[in-house]
């Protein structure tokens, strides 16, 4: 039995040991369709080749594009804006005070010993003068000159304002709104260029007829007012700032 089993197992390996070779091809037909199968493998394998070098060129020129950098600043520069209030040459700041120096062409009045100016009566005139400098601004403007008539005004009394540029009046539009008369004027860009100062005069002004109540004569208020001698006092407040939506014309 021992025997038997191996012969048996010879056999067998004999028989795996022995698997014929595969055959070559001994024809020319045969031999030609080997080379043409060659050919496509190498063909196959040339292709997969340019492939793969023309996904990574298109990956690269998907990603490529001209550019251009430059770095720099947008620039522009600010209109000066520059206002002094002043009395002659001098400036002039908060609380300041602007005397009024009386003309009493037609009747002679006594001086206040502390001002030595005069006094005003009935038909005295009082002027102040001051000035708002735009020297140096570099935008059309607008200014105004806003004050409070006293209580004590006499009654024949009335203020007005006038202003100037240069030699020429400026044309001043004065409103009152609750006992605050305030006046405003312009200057447009050219002016504030060549003409930057505007001379302000405030005139007080005590007429010598009844303007009133006809057929009174002016003892009526005046003297009344003259017998309380009172001292009189202007609130006046100055502002200047740019001009907006002003039309100034050609």
């Known amino acids: 039995m021992a025997t038997n089993k191996k012969s048996t197992a010879k056999k067998t390996a004999a028989r795996k ?31 997969a080749v340019v492939l793969i070098i023309l996904c990574g060129s298109l990956g690269a ?36 005070s602007i005397p009024l120096t009386a003309n009493n062409a037609h009747t002679q009045v006594a001086e206040d010993p502390e001002t030595h100016k005069q006094k005003i009566a009935p038909g005295s005139t009082a002027t102040g003068d001051f000035k708002i400098d735009f020297t140096g601004t570099e935008v059309s403007t607008e200014y105004s000159i806003a004050f409070t008539p006293p209580a ?61 109540v006809a057929g009174d004569d002016d003892t009526v208020y005046d003297t009344p007012d003259g017998e309380k001698a009172a001292s009189l006092s202007l609130d006046v407040t100055i502002s200047a700032k740019q001009s907006f939506g002003h039309n100034f014309g050609s």
């Not at 020319?28 to 060659?38: A, D, G, I, L």
């Not at 430059?70 to 206002?83: L, N």
């Open 152 to 212: 004590n005004l006499p009654t024949n009394a009335e203020i007005t304002m006038s202003a100037k540029i240069g030699n020429d009046n400026q044309s001043v539009a004065c409103t009152t709104s609750n006992g605050i008369t305030t006046c405003t004027g312009y200057l447009s860009l050219d002016q504030v260029t060549n003409t930057p100062v505007v001379d302000i005069t405030v005139l007080v002004n005590w007429d010598d007829h009844d303007n009133y």
């Open 61 to 96: 020129i998907t990603w490529a594009r001209y550019a251009t950098t430059r770095t720099g600043a947008a620039t522009t520069q600010v209109a000066k804006w520059a206002v002094a209030v002043k009395q002659g040459s001098a400036n002039i700041s908060n609380n300041f």
């Open 17 to 47: 040991v022995a698997k014929p070779a595969p055959k070559k091809c001994a024809t020319r037909t045969c031999k030609k369709k080997e080379q043409k199968s060659e050919k496509h493998k190498f063909i196959i394998f040339a292709l």
